[in-house]
């Protein structure tokens, strides 16, 4: 059964005659009929009654006809990603990031897209299972640490991990805390498979520090959530919600950041179409939160 043969049986199904097929198709009438015979014959149905000149469907032909549709349709979507592989370009773009990333920076960057731009979906992942997203079908990773080779990368951002309070917090009017203040109050971290938890881990470390109570979030709202009610002091990298006030931790090191990064497989067949939309994406980041956040490059 060929894709040629199907594509004459739908036009005369839609056309009611082979006279007006063959005008649509440009092709002779016999050779039409003859294509229509040999797919009748290859069925072993009838696909068209014969009155007054003019075809009909028969009962085989409607139930035929939209599973030929069908088909003609998915073979031209084939052809038209087949030609977009052979020239570079990315119809379709899968982004996996952390639910942070995907709230605040990757949701408010796919609503600045162009109707020309491939159409993104999202996965939800953490920062390693971003990694492993590449390999399973994604097309973008955005991630926490400087991918290495053989994938590309490209740096996008320097976020701080902010400590929030709600504005009746003693220091509401600070703009930053030092992190062995910061170890007096109740820490409302997150758990430690997220990445701010894991610098708050280190600095605390490397500081010879240990807060006086730490309560575990697993949900970053949820410490925001939290430290509005009174609970503590929420230690998150995300945008702050309910009224609260962020302040930077301040390390013997330097202020807390996570780093963002995009990564992709260098052997991507749209590689160039990756790398420009992770730059603009680098550019939405310092549009967003200001050029104190552009990546040490």
């Not at 006809?65 to 003609?72: I, R, S």
């Not at 084939?78 to 020239?87: F, H, M, N, P, V």
């Amino acid at each position: 059964m060929e894709l040629r043969t199907l594509g004459y049986f739908v036009a005369v199904a839609q056309a009611g005659s082979v006279s007006a097929a063959a005008e649509v198709v440009h092709v002779t009438q016999p050779a039409i009929s003859r294509q229509i015979r040999q797919l009748e014959t290859e069925l072993g149905v009838e696909l068209f009654t014969r009155t007054a000149g003019r075809l009909r469907l028969s009962a085989a032909g409607h139930q035929f006809l939209p599973h030929a549709q069908d088909v003609l349709r998915r073979a031209e979507s084939a052809r038209d990603a087949a030609r977009s592989y052979a020239a570079g370009r990315l119809e379709q773009i899968a982004i996996a990031a952390p639910t942070t990333t995907l709230t605040d920076v990757i949701a408010p960057f796919l609503a600045t897209l162009h109707p020309d731009d491939p159409m993104p979906t999202v996965v939800e992942s953490g920062p390693r299972e971003a990694y492993e997203a590449l390999s399973h079908g994604a097309d973008l990773a955005i991630v926490t640490e400087r991918p290495r080779a053989p994938l590309a990368s490209l740096a996008l951002a320097v976020l701080p991990v902010w400590a929030y309070v709600p504005a009746d917090h003693p220091w509401h009017l600070r703009v930053s805390v030092p992190l062995a203040e910061l170890a007096e109050q109740t820490v409302l971290a997150l758990t430690a498979t997220f990445n701010p938890r894991q610098i708050l881990d280190r600095a605390f470390a490397q500081a010879d520090l240990l807060p006086e109570r730490l309560v575990a979030c697993s949900n970053p709202q949820v410490a925001q959530a939290l430290a509005a009610a009174g609970r503590g002091v929420a230690v998150v990298s995300d945008d702050p919600r309910f009224g609260l006030h962020p302040l930077e931790i301040v390390a013997p090191g330097g202020p807390l950041r996570v780093e963002l990064f995009a990564a992709w497989d260098r052997s991507h067949h749209a590689a160039a179409t990756l790398e420009e939309l992770s730059t603009r994406l680098g550019l939405f980041c310092i549009e967003r939160y200001g050029r104190e956040v552009a990546p040490f490059r």
